[in-house]
């Protein structure tokens, strides 16, 4: 008898762990996903910028503008990058802007100390850059030099970018190096990762130096504003997070930041492209570790700004494997598979689900450089299994969130668990409802059903990437291995759907 009853629990015990149901709160949406949690990370690192972004001004092979390589505009352009972060990273806190405006010629060359050494000749600079934003329709975010600056330097940059004409000598220059307006930067970083290679600094040692910069950094009119980001935590690092938020003035700031890394070991990484599943396994419990991430930095700072007038801005996130063979080890130029692809839709959901707090965060980094959604070879250009995700998830910009409950089946190997299912939802302007899902299990397709309440829809659409081995990419043999096509596994009857993830999948559906 004690044994029926035992197999009967046993039984249902696994019936109910290989069920995922989800419940869809159709009418409880409140925040809205900023578009700028879809923003990007751009370092003078490797092939990022020189070579990736910019060609040189006089190359005729590459289809540029001033320079500007066009290929990657125009993709860059699809995916609708909202905001762009640039030029670092801890390249950021070396550089010293007065070297990259004026005639090319006459600009100095400094070694990129953080980056293999090699020169920075400062042909791609303030005004490159700026310009390509506007070229790109996004939103410039500069990150100041904090760590081997002066407060005089940055409260300079901000005059020359972002000063109204004639109002000092910065704009004035500006107006000499052929700009006629300024370009009005709203999003500023003072300074990157001053706990480590920003400056070595303690937690309240940066809060003191983070006042005394931010005190000369003056708004340009009384309607636009500048929005000033402190430099965040890493990782679980709490402290850091509770000393900014107890020490910053809130006149002085707008956001903190934090930065995680989907990484296996620091020590020893690991192939971008020939992993096995263990590596597999514990790069995406190092990718949803951002959950907690996210809701313990949150906590702290609700203690503080129980309005939440504050922003959490995971302004570095992604996958960092083993650089490719024979590729040098300071450029950070790795491939990009399916599990890519599995660590991007996790991060977005989590930021979409948190964006009550989370108002901006950017991939690192856009191009050749770790988890990059282009990469270039000469004039060759592919686009990566993140980019495609990215592109997916962009309908979630500016859309208001629909808060999800997830009951999720587990991914099992061996002895370890994880959540084979994660989502996130939204109502876009036009009433439509996008719900994106990824099933990060390598070995079984996971059934779904999703229960809708507070709505009623007349059809569902979808679009899935998916491929049959989670260590799949596409190369520049290759380029179309793994796209986006129509998904067809969806089924509405009344208030209940119910879809088929395959493996590794990410699936976006739109519902009408
Ligand atoms: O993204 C590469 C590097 O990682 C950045 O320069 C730095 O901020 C982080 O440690």
């Known amino acids: 008898m004690k044994t029926l009853f035992l197999s009967a629990f046993l039984l249902g015990a696994i019936a109910t762990s290989a069920q995922n149901s989800i419940t ?9 996903i900023n578009r700028n949690i879809y923003g990007h990370f751009a370092e003078h690192l490797g092939h990022c910028i020189y070579g990736g972004f910019y060609v040189g001004d006089n190359n005729t092979k590459i289809p540029n503008k001033d320079g500007v390589r066009l290929d990657v505009i125009d993709a860059l352009k699809k995916l609708k990058v909202p905001v762009l972060r640039w030029p670092g990273g801890c390249f950021a806190d070396t550089y010293h802007w007065r070297d990259g405006v004026g005639p090319k010629d006459k600009r100095p060359s400094m070694l990129n100390i953080w980056w293999g050494n090699v020169k920075e000749d400062n042909s791609f600079g303030s005004n490159e850059f700026l310009n390509m934003c506007e070229l790109l329709g996004a939103e410039p975010y500069l990150s100041g030099n904090v760590g081997s600056g002066t407060p005089q330097e940055l409260s300079d940059w901000v005059k020359y970018t972002s000063h109204p004409n004639g109002s000092s000598p910065m704009t004035d220059l500006r107006e000499q190096f052929g700009r006629k307006t300024p370009w009005r930067v709203k999003f500023w970083g003072l300074g990157n990762e001053a706990w480590g290679c920003g400056g070595n600094m303690k937690a309240d040692w940066y809060a003191n130096v983070y006042r005394q910069y931010a005190t000369f950094m003056t708004n340009w009119s009384n309607t636009d504003r500048l929005y000033r980001i402190a430099s965040g935590a890493s ?137 990059a959604v282009i990469l270039t070879k000469e004039e060759k250009m592919i686009l990566t299994p993140t980019y495609h995700v990215m592109e997916m998830f962009n309908v979630h910009q500016d859309a208001l969130m629909l808060p999800l409950t997830v009951i999720s089946a587990n991914y099992i190997l061996g002895k370890d668990t994880l959540k084979a299912v994660n989502a996130s939802a939204s109502k876009d302007k036009m009433g439509v409802t996008h719900i994106s899902l990824v099933n990060i299990d390598p070995n079984k397709q996971q059934e779904v059903t999703i229960n809708v309440n507070g709505a009623s829809y007349k059809s569902v659409t979808g679009r899935i990437l998916k491929s049959d081995k989670m260590q799949n990419f596409n190369s520049f043999e290759n380029p179309n291995k793994i796209v986006p096509v129509a998904y067809t596994d969806a089924k509405l009857e009344g208030n209940k759907l119910t879809v088929k993830l395959p493996a590794t999948s990410v699936v976006v559906l739109e519902l009408k």
């Not at 869809?24 to 809205?32: H, P, T, V, Y």
Request: glycine share 6%.
């Open 235 to 371: 990782d679980a690092d709490y402290h850091w997070t509770e000393t900014l938020m107890k020490e910053l003035p809130a006149a002085m700031y707008d956001a903190v930041a934090l930065h995680h890394y989907s990484v296996i070991d620091w020590g020893k990484k690991g192939p971008a492209t020939n992993f096995t599943e263990q590596q597999y396994f514990i790069t995406m419990q190092r990718a949803l570790l951002m959950e907690e991430l996210v809701t313990k930095h949150s906590a702290i700072m609700d203690k503080y700004d129980p309005q939440k007038k504050k922003a959490l801005i995971v302004d570095e996130w992604g996958g960092w494997y083993d650089v490719e063979p024979g590729t040098n080890g300071a450029f950070l130029f790795q491939q990009n598979t399916m599990r890519d692809a599995m660590i991007a839709g996790a991060n977005l959901n989590i930021f979409n689900n948190h964006c009550d707090r989370v108002k901006m965060a950017n991939l690192a980094q856009i191009i050749n450089v770790l988890q």
């Open 24 to 32: 869809l709160n159709a009418d409880k949406g409140k925040d809205s």
